[in-house]
């Protein structure tokens, strides 16, 4: 499916910015200055059955990854410098960059697992139940949101198809990368249950680099911009300071499996 895409700046790299479950392409607002600033040309999407993309019969991890490839792609000259996604995005992104093979990576607080046991049972339940929040609740769970930061939740909301869930609800798919395509970031939210202590250690010790961000909830680029952006950039300063050094990418495959 072709997915409808936005693509702002002219800048000689490109970034690739992936959303949510729930959301569209207007959740990286505060996010896309800055990366239009940094010299990116910046493409955003929004997955099928979000924002103004079509809806489709079924919809998996696999499904999504594909339209984004399909999407993308004919909008590039070379490889993504960047690709970018946040929670399911970041899983979708995972995927697609097997195709893609963008030159770095940025998880936020990707879902790349679901908590275990009965906790993850009654997690499940709650997600396929799930209820479109009006405004005094939103505002009550994301207080350090702006007032066009809850204007754009409510719309997106009201735009996405209820369907997807059943394409993230299974425990089966909320999987960690099975191979290190490029440099990796990882911001984390504070107590994550997408991205556990265990799972982070463990994509540490594969390559990744992995970075809480104190105080912010899920949407860490909403919760607290200064941090995020901070955190971002000097993690791509870094890129590109060993890019122009000749030195070699740690996107080394993965000698074993993860999820």
């Known amino acids: 499916m072709r997915l409808h895409v936005v693509v702002e700046g002219e800048g000689s790299r490109t970034a690739v910015l992936v959303h949510g479950m729930m959301s ?79 030159r770095a990576l940025v998880y936020v607080d990707p879902a790349f697992s679901q908590p275990p046991g009965v906790r993850g049972a009654i997690f499940r339940i709650l997600f396929a139940l799930y209820i479109r929040p009006g405004r005094r609740m939103l505002v009550r769970m994301n207080p350090r949101w702006t007032a066009e930061h809850v204007d754009v939740e409510l719309d997106s909301n009201r735009l996405w198809h209820r369907r997807t869930i059943l394409g993230l609800v299974s425990p089966k798919v909320t999987v960690p990368p099975q191979r290190l395509v490029a440099p990796s970031l990882v911001l984390r939210s504070e107590g994550s249950f997408l991205v556990p202590d265990a799972l982070a250690e463990r994509l540490r010790e594969e390559g990744m680099h992995v970075h809480d961000v104190p105080g912010a909830g899920h949407t860490i680029f909403r919760d607290d911009l200064p941090a995020f952006v901070r955190e971002l950039e000097r993690w791509l300063d870094e890129r590109d300071a060993q890019a122009a050094g000749g030195e070699p990418s740690d996107g080394r495959e993965l000698t074993r499996p993860v999820g």
């Open 24 to 102: 569209d392409h207007r959740a990286w607002n505060d996010v896309v200055p800055v990366l239009l600033e940094r010299g990116y040309r910046v493409v955003r999407v929004d997955l099928a059955g979000h924002g103004r993309s079509g809806r489709a019969r079924r919809y998996s991890t696999q499904a999504w990854a594909d339209d984004v490839v399909e999407t993308v792609e004919p909008l590039l000259d070379d490889v993504p410098d960047l690709v970018m996604g946040h929670s399911l995005g970041a899983l979708v992104a995972s995927i697609a960059a097997e195709r893609l093979c963008p």
